[in-house]
């Protein structure tokens, strides 16, 4: 167990449709990373936060939005679904702001999109 | 960017025998070079990593090497267990960047 926790673990909807993952990073790391691991594809990652401070972004689509709220955990809202959006959502924390710092993994929130 | 090639793509190897991982990277100024395994359906766990200032680091039966000149870092794995078949992704990063994985190595170890 890494210490960082994500909900819900499974998610099914429509397309068009709207959800929001959420993730509660290791206890005294400030950094929260969002990836997504589409079938048999790397980890691409999303987006960065540090203490509440967008940080870095990676390949994020304009349909999809991120938060990082004062108690340090994080919300990934992603909106007008389609069929590619389905993926294993990972959020990762870690201390500082570098990417050096060693990353922590929760256990993903696999996402259907039907 | 930075650009980050995994390979082999797949591997399969007997028990006992040793298994090697080997990423190439483009940008000079990385300088944090993680492995992580991936068991199916499940979260990415750091096994090992290693950073600019050393050429090499050894846990138990994994080591990373380093050759910086060459911009490519390898993961070994000696004695294989059937445990370890897995999906391992190496990960590069420096500085403010944000880190990059490679594509993944699909490692089957049989029994």
């Known amino acids: 167990d890494s210490g960082v926790t994500q909900t819900p673990k499974h998610l099914i909807t429509a397309t068009g449709q709207r959800v929001t993952l959420r993730c509660s990073p290791r206890?005294?790391?400030?950094?929260v990373y969002w990836y997504q691991q589409s079938l048999d594809q790397g980890l691409q990652f999303l987006i960065q936060?540090?203490?509440?401070?967008?940080?870095a972004k990676g390949n994020i689509l304009e349909r999809f939005s991120a938060q990082q709220f004062p108690d340090l955990h994080s919300e990934l809202n992603l909106s007008s679904l389609e069929l590619g959006d389905s993926a294993l959502y990972f959020c990762?924390?870690?201390?500082?702001?570098?990417?050096?710092?060693?990353?922590?993994f929760g256990p993903g929130t696999r996402l259907t999109v039907l | 960017g930075e650009n980050v090639e995994q390979h082999p793509s797949t591997l399969s190897v007997q028990e006992g025998d040793s298994a090697v991982i080997k990423c190439t990277y483009s940008?000079?100024?990385?300088?944090?070079f993680p492995w992580y395994k991936q068991e199916l359906g499940k979260r990415p766990q750091l096994i090992i990593d290693i950073r600019s200032n050393v050429g090499e680091k050894k846990d138990q039966r994994i080591a990373v090497t380093l050759n910086k000149t060459a911009k490519h870092f390898s993961l070994h794995i000696t004695e294989t267990q059937p445990e370890d078949s897995a999906v391992y992704f190496c990960a590069v990063s420096g500085g403010y960047q944000k880190v990059t994985f490679g594509i993944g190595t699909k490692l089957q170890v049989i029994p």
């Open positions: 206890s005294g790391d400030l950094s």
């Open positions: 936060y540090y203490n509440g401070e967008e940080r």
């Open positions: 940008d000079s100024a990385s300088n944090y």
């Open positions: 990762a924390s870690s201390l500082s702001p570098t990417a050096t710092d060693t990353q922590y």
